[in-house]
């Protein structure tokens, strides 16, 4: 199709357009305190003005404005379109009905084809190609696409070769990022697409539209552009798409009604300043009534209307909005400064600093990096503000790993961060509420969790503090009470020098993603509720959580049973609280017990490779030393365990599940699933398959599990495939102490000893194991490149892509979700087919980063 404008096509001309203006832009305060998110200034102009411009440029007529938050704003500023060149209409939502929902809102406006964008997106789209692509396939609703690096905050969309959406998931994990092809929340579609949406009900684009679409094969389609696109939801977005633009990567004229001083240096005719003294590089804009003394340098610098800039100040990537006076000498590095602030001569301003409407910096004052300052607030003269939080500037995107924390101890978690993070937690929560707290025995656990209680407290949430306590028994306290949720404080099993805060929702299971989502968002919104002072909320310590958790412990087990087998044992305690707690539980079951490393010692908590490898050696000479039947080596967290048989082997974990599997099937051959995750050997199918029993395969992580076992009361086992099991009839989660004993009876009943079963039992299959390196950034890029290569296979797509050869052989291509990595797992009967199978995809894979 030649390249003409729409109007000179009328075929490729949509003429009615809803913009979605409703959102808080929580992510943008300080910006957004004063103003809706559509209306804050990109180059000088708001951003939904450049929306309503392309809309306008492609044919569209009349665009309804969807409004919820600050509504009159938006409404002064675009009045009845007319300045626009477009009819404006408005709706007013009385509540949150949804993404979708609230386009339902919109019913009467639209009677025929029409097309759907945010107010705070910077796009500068071919809006006609898609909509060609859009009338070519016979489309009901087409989802505009496009490729970013980092896909994980977007719904990423996979589409056929015509275009067809074939899935489609929202938010998705590492494992779930097939493409790096994303949803950019423009969409066009039919008018009678309306009709599939429930009026003034909580209906969502992604969650409910789409997959209905999707199900009933309803014409859903996906269109690629071409072009820049980006998403402004957050501060260090809003600075690089300004830089974007400065840059030249933006296809919008933003020089309009500007005149040309010279390369890249645009001025408003209005504007004051000497050429000849002030110093331009890079690209600078210059609004209306600026002025500008003498010496001034500007560097990739947007100047708003009615600033004044001293003589000899410095402005070097950097955002001033309007009315803003600058005093002289004065430098300001990669900050954005929003209306009518006051900054003093000789004020130094680092960078990532965002300052709101009508502050006031005095004189010599020094605002150091990664600081928010708030509406109207005043810097003293000579003050230098800071907070040594680097934290910030890490986790100026995200917080969470799934329902994880983690950072330096008392550096990137330190007080002042853990008190913040326990008052956004408590702000997503019900004022009087009630959660648990527990920890380990580590200093700086004890810390954190008095910083993190006090921001708890100050929401108006109250807090039950267990204290020193595993997280099993943190978890099972929770399944059976009416506290709200919890967190458990501890030292990374894996690294000494860090520290976790690991989030649990109502009933004990890892806070879901929607809420770890809301927290991010009061945290960086800075956006917590302060308790009046007679709902602060109250510290208690309750006495009963071991009592209960020890009474369901000996319920789940059949004690008589290991009494009566007389099991010879050895438990390495690894230093863990669980050395004060599972004594006393397996002291009476009738066993003969040597302890190792039984003393608390949070220096020990964490072991290193060598370390854990030595402790292994140990357990295993300790075993068969003595003619021990097992031995185990618990965790710190008490969580997961480590096998060593009576001939002293030390079991590699696949190799322990596989076993544990079958000792399980054995004694409960009633059972009619299981549950492993994606990466569990074929060895686990093979024996199920013998016994008719289901496998349900789950994603790689903790909360897969519990998810999948919480939804499905017919798994009878799941297990990991690092050292975690879960029994169902005792907790939905996974318990070192717990899994030890379960294993004790399991011997017991079966009479057979696992390194016996091993010797029995021989290996059938191959698993050859490799990493290749590949940036964050670039992750997406390849799954795409992974999901067309392996398009003729069999694949299941639960997380990463597991390519299914044939009965015998398959390749598992696993995206990490935290290291810079993808894990390439081949397994097969053959080890020459499994390591030529890795060899392959780490040649290609390498070629598609370096691509």
Same mark, same amino acid.
Not at 76 to 101: C, H
């Given at each position: 199709m030649p390249e003409t404008k729409p109007d000179a096509k009328s075929e490729l001309t949509i003429r009615k357009a809803i913009i979605m203006a409703g959102g808080f832009g929580t992510r943008l305060r300080p910006l957004t305190i004063n103003i809706p998110k559509p209306l804050v200034p990109m180059m000088q102009k708001p951003m939904m003005h450049h929306i309503a411009n392309l809309l306008k440029e492609y044919g569209v007529k009349e665009i309804t404005s969807l409004l919820y938050y600050q509504p009159d704003? =938006?409404?002064? #500023? +675009?009045?009845?379109?007319?300045? +626009?060149?477009?009819?404006?209409? #408005?709706?007013?939502?009385?509540?949150? #009905? %949804?993404?979708? $929902?609230? *386009?339902r809102n919109a019913y009467e406006f639209i009677d025929e084809r029409f097309i759907i964008i945010s107010g705070d997106v910077l796009t500068d789209f071919d809006l006609s190609k898609a909509l060609d692509f859009h009338i070519k396939r016979g489309a009901k609703a087409t989802m505009i696409l496009t490729r970013v690096k980092n896909p994980l905050a977007f719904g990423v969309v996979i589409t056929e070769k015509d275009g067809k959406v074939s899935r489609f998931l929202e938010k998705p994990s590492w494992g779930e990022v097939f493409s790096d092809t994303i949803n950019t929340g423009i969409y066009i579609m039919e008018r009678e697409v309306m009709d599939l949406i429930p009026y003034r009900e909580d209906y969502d684009f992604s969650k409910d539209l789409f997959p209905k679409m999707l199900r009933e094969n309803l014409g859903l389609y996906g269109y690629i552009a071409d072009g820049y696109w980006r998403d402004i939801g957050t501060l260090p977005e809003y600075q690089e798409a300004h830089l974007d633009c400065l840059h030249g990567r933006v296809g919008i004229d933003f020089s309009e009604g500007y005149e040309r001083i010279t390369a890249g240096i645009f001025a408003h005719k209005t504007a004051k300043f000497d050429t000849e003294s002030v110093k331009f590089s $890079?690209? /600078? #804009?210059?609004?209306?009534? /600026?002025?500008?003394?003498?010496? *001034?340098?500007?560097?990739?610098?947007?100047? $708003?209307?009615? *600033? /004044? =800039? %001293?003589? $000899?100040?410095?402005?070097?990537?950097?955002?001033?909005?309007?009315d803003t006076h600058i005093g002289k000498n004065s430098t300001i590095h990669l900050a954005v400064v929003c209306s009518s602030v006051e900054i003093g001569d000789d004020v130094r301003i680092e960078e990532q600093v965002f300052i709101a409407d009508k502050c006031t910096i005095g004189d010599g004052a020094t605002i150091k990096p990664n600081i928010k300052i708030w509406p109207e607030k005043d810097i003293e003269a000579g003050a230098i503000l800071t907070q040594s939080l680097i934290w910030e500037s890490r986790w100026s995107r995200e917080l969470f790993t799934g329902s994880r924390i983690t950072g330096l101890a008392n550096v990137e978690l330190n007080p002042e961060f853990s008190s913040k993070i326990g008052a956004a937690f408590g702000t997503l929560l019900p004022e009087g509420a009630t959660v648990t707290v527990s920890r380990d025995v580590d200093n700086v656990s004890r810390m954190i969790n008095r910083a993190l209680i006090s921001g708890l407290l100050s929401a108006g949430i109250s807090v039950n503090d267990l204290q020193a306590t595993p997280i099993p028994i943190a978890r099972h306290r929770l399944k059976s009470s009416s506290e709200f949720g919890g967190v458990h404080i501890r030292k990374s099993p894996f690294d000494k020098r860090l520290c976790d805060l690991i989030f649990f929702d109502k009933g004990g299971k890892d806070l879901p993603p929607s809420k770890t989502k809301s927290i991010e968002r009061n945290f960086f919104g800075e956006d917590y509720r302060r308790a009046a002072y007679d709902k602060v909320g109250m510290l208690n310590f309750p006495e009963r959580a071991l009592e209960s958790y020890t009474d369901s412990f000996i319920k789940a087990i059949d004690t008589d049973v290991i009494r009566k087998s007389r099991l010879r044992v050895a438990i390495d305690y690894s230093h863990g609280a669980a050395a004060s707690i599972f004594p006393s539980i397996v002291g009476g079951l009738g066993i003969d017990i040597i302890s190792l490393n039984a003393f608390l010692d949070p220096t020990k908590f964490s072991r290193s490779a060598d370390e854990f490898f030595e402790a292994a050696e140990r357990l295993s000479e300790v075993v068969v030393s003595l003619g021990y039947d097992i031995g185990f080596m618990l965790d710190g967290g008490a969580e997961r365990i480590y096998v060593a048989d009576e001939k002293g082997n030390f079991l590699e974990h696949q190799r322990l599940l596989t076993l544990i599997t079958f000792l399980f099937l054995e004694v409960y051959p009633e059972t009619k699933k299981i549950a492993v995750p994606i990466t569990a050997s074929t060895e686990v199918d093979d024996i199920c398959r013998e016994r008719g029993v289901q496998v349900v395969r789950t994603g790689d992580s903790h909360s897969e599990l519990m998810r999948t076992v919480s939804a499905d009361p017919d798994i009878g086992f799941v297990g990991g495939t690092k050292g975690g099991f879960i029994f169902p009839k005792f907790l939905f989660a996974v318990d070192g102490m717990f899994s030890a004993a379960k294993i004790m009876e399991l011997i017991a009943k079966s009479k057979t000893r696992i390194g016996e079963l091993s010797a029995r039992l021989p290996e059938r299959y191959f698993l050859i194991k490799r990493n290749v390196a590949c940036p964050k950034d670039l992750k997406g890029k390849v799954m795409r490149k992974i999901m067309e290569d392996t398009a003729d296979h069999y694949r299941v797509l639960i997380d990463g892509v597991k390519i299914i050869y044939d009965n015998e052989t398959s390749l598992l291509l696993l995206p990490d979700r935290e290291r810079d990595i993808f894990h390439v797992n081949a397994e097969s009967r053959s080890k020459s087919r499994a390591t030529r199978l890795v060899s392959e995809y780490e040649k290609k894979m390498t070629a598609w980063v370096s691509e």
């Open positions: 704003a =938006i409404r002064n #500023y +675009f009045g009845d379109g007319r300045r +626009f060149g477009v009819k404006m209409n #408005y709706i007013q939502s009385d509540a949150d #009905y %949804g993404t979708a $929902g609230s *386009v $890079g690209s /600078v #804009y210059i609004g209306k009534g /600026v002025k500008i003394g003498k010496g *001034v340098t500007l560097h990739n610098a947007v100047v $708003g209307d009615n *600033v /004044v =800039i %001293g003589d $000899g100040a410095t402005l070097n990537k950097t955002v001033v909005w309007e």
